[in-house]
């Protein structure tokens, strides 16, 4: 009977972990490492340690690069110190608007911090882009992370 609140669980918690990926506001990753542990308390699948730490780690790197890689996206395309604290304003404070508001956020805080240091539009908007396309790598990451687990997780039921 654990077997299968336990199997039920990890599904749950990997579906979360993929729609994780595409709303900010759950975490994709670690969620689907939870299904991962979940599933591996079970008769269904076993994982070795070195295996949940491994995946351990992806999770917490990926979802620490997911809050860093928006930031290195505004200095890649130019931005100075003041677009890239202004994409980390802008994150923060996003982050109480909604999935919209963590996806303008960035871009918006990054284009206001570039306009505080240089009045240029058009050099705004490019450090602007490149924190909107930082954000955008890091829900790249966060579902090759998921869909990697997702992966290993269904591989553990079927063999």
Known sequence: MTD????????ILTILGIIGCLVPVLPGPPLNFLGLLA??????????????????????????LDYLVPVWGTKKFGGSKYGTRGATVGLI???FFGPAGIIAGPLIGAFVGEMIFRDDTNYALKAGLGSLIGFLAGIGLKLAASFIMTFYFVRALIV
């Open 93 to 95: 404070v996003g982050l």
């Open 4 to 11: 299968y609140v336990l199997l039920t669980l990890g599904i």
């Open 39 to 64: 599933l591996h308390f079970t008769r269904f699948g076993h994982f070795t340690g070195a295996t949940l730490i491994t995946f351990a780690s992806i999770a917490l790197a990926v979802s620490i």
